[in-house]
């Protein structure tokens, strides 16, 4: 039945109560005491039904998004026993099992870094000689002399002390040549809420979209007045008291007139531009409208702006009263970030004249900002490995013949250009001899870019997270090794869609640009969905044999170090740049640094090029610092 149908009973009743109260009788209704009795008793049961439920349920409101902050970055090493975990020969499943993980850490650090055997490294743990620190030393070894009775005490429970890993971490770091830094046991914010609007819309029409409608109970004290007044007054037959209820009852029922049904909004979003380079302003300019026939006295606009787009002024929020056909409009300002950034659709808030309906409506308008990141080359050159192709190119290789830079002289062989013939030594000699030059030849060279979940972290939760940096600076590298007249190509570690063969040209350049600034697989922001898993097999498939692979990874995973020994295996030389993403604000944190230290040796040892890429370093400056 339509709402406007009990509108009008109620008001029927209404008239009629009035009727009987001031003229008994002159309707001719069986209304005896009986009958007023047992409305009285239901209005004072209702009353209390009402109030009980006012008790057990708060004032409803709708948990709006925080629009104006982007997704944190992830900082690895959250939890000191999955950074144990990735230790070789470490398990650890409870957290009092953090003495024999940091064992098994010294003993990995020991064997790697301080010239030990295994044995010897076990030795060095139970005898406490490998650390001058005795806080560590004792408590790998688990030896508790010297220590106070409550640390002991603690032990015995199971509860280890921070202070315990913090200084077992911090000899570690010593054992490995790294600068311990001052830590503390707090942790980072916790779970990062989604921005994103997501409706769960249940009528959508075009643009607009009409989301939960619910009470805000805002009223309900009123209602329970009302009752309880009616109640009383029909008990003790007390005409004040009962016009008292009346009076309740019309306010509840002005508050519950206005259902909005359908608000009639519409919204229009114009971005200042749509194609910048990153780390520009970009202003938003958002433009709602009421295109109903009735006022909208509270109107609350939340802007979907794309959660890897940071807000730097203004404000995407805003409450207003809008009239039937009135605007308006608010602006504020973004900063680009590389990638495809898609607006969502722009929550708004609806509440009736007396607040005690809200409506939620999502207002959509198809807005993106398309953001490539640069492609200014760098100048230095890029430092890849002697793996070369027939084409002539950049690269010094050991093969004499024709070239601008001296090689050798060697005995004439017939055929030899007269231009090469080194008429001097003929002088001198009396014998022919051919000079030969160091060739240059280009080489075939894919960016393969770790795009796997464990790749979207940095050391800091604002700062840039390694997918981005390595994204940003395989562009430039990119447009560098084309520059030199080398074939390249791109790929994801992690992502088999992501591919673009080793070519050359201005079409290739552009395919490239395109690719960096827009493909799914290159996210500034972990995907939703995980990635394609036989990623490796193909990567395998589409490589030609010889072709060089330029790695951009922040080698967080200990199996990354299996993937790249594989490749460089199976004929394709790699180099890997590593942005570093490490953090030092706990004990685990600094762990990681040290786990991931070992990452980098154990590739250096099997003769792969390692370049630890520090997030001050410009990409310039680490190829120079590798070529002096």
Known sequence: MSRRYYYLGGLVLFVVALAELFAPGVLGLPFGNITAGLVAVAALLYGLVVVQ???DQAVTRTETPDVELTRPTTVPGERLRDVLNTFPGVTTSRRSDARIGLRGAVVATLTQYGEYTESEAEAAVREGTWTDDPVAAEFVAGVDSGRPVRDRIRSLLGRESYDQHERTVDALLGVAGIRAEETTTAEFPGDFEETTVDPSPREATGALTLGRRRLTRHWLGVGIVALVCLGVGV?????????????????????RAHSLD????????????????????VEVTVRITNDGPELLADVRLIDGVPESLAVSEGSPRRGTVLRPGESETLSYTVTA???????????????????SVEREVYLRDETTIECSPSTRPIQRSVPVRNSVTGLPGQIETET????ITFQTIREYQPGDPLSRIDWNYRARTGE????????????????????????????SPDAPNAVERSVAGAAQVFERLLDDGNLVGIAAM???DCWLAPGTGNAHRERARKLFGSSPALSPSPPESGRTSDWLRQLRQQLDPGTQLLVFSPLCDPGTVRIIRDLDARGFPVTVISPDPTGSRTAAQKLFTLRRRLTL???????????????????????RGRQS
Not at 439 to 456: F, G, M, P
């Open 235 to 255: 008990l003790t037959r007390s005409p004040a008291v009962l016009l008292g209820s009346v009076v309740g009852i019309g306010y509840v029922a002005y508050a």
């Open 400 to 403: 004499g013949g024709s070239g």
């Open 262 to 281: 359908d608000p009639g909004l519409t919204i229009e979003r114009t971005v200042e531009d749509a194609d910048p380079e990153p780390g520009e302003e």
């Open 494 to 496: 992690g992502e088999a």
């Open 601 to 623: 040796t154990a590739l250096r040892r099997a003769s792969i090029p390692v370049m630890d890429w520090q997030p001050e370093t410009p990409l310039e400056a680490l190829f």
């Open 432 to 459: 022919l001899a051919t000079v030969d030059f160091q060739q240059q030849r280009a080489a075939s060279v894919v960016v393969l870019i770790d795009v796997r979940e464990t790749a979207y972290v940095g050391p």
């Open 53 to 55: 439920s006012r008790r």
């Open 337 to 355: 970030t590389r990638g495809h950034h898609e607006f969502g659709p722009a929550l708004v808030l609806v509440r009736n004249l007396p607040g």
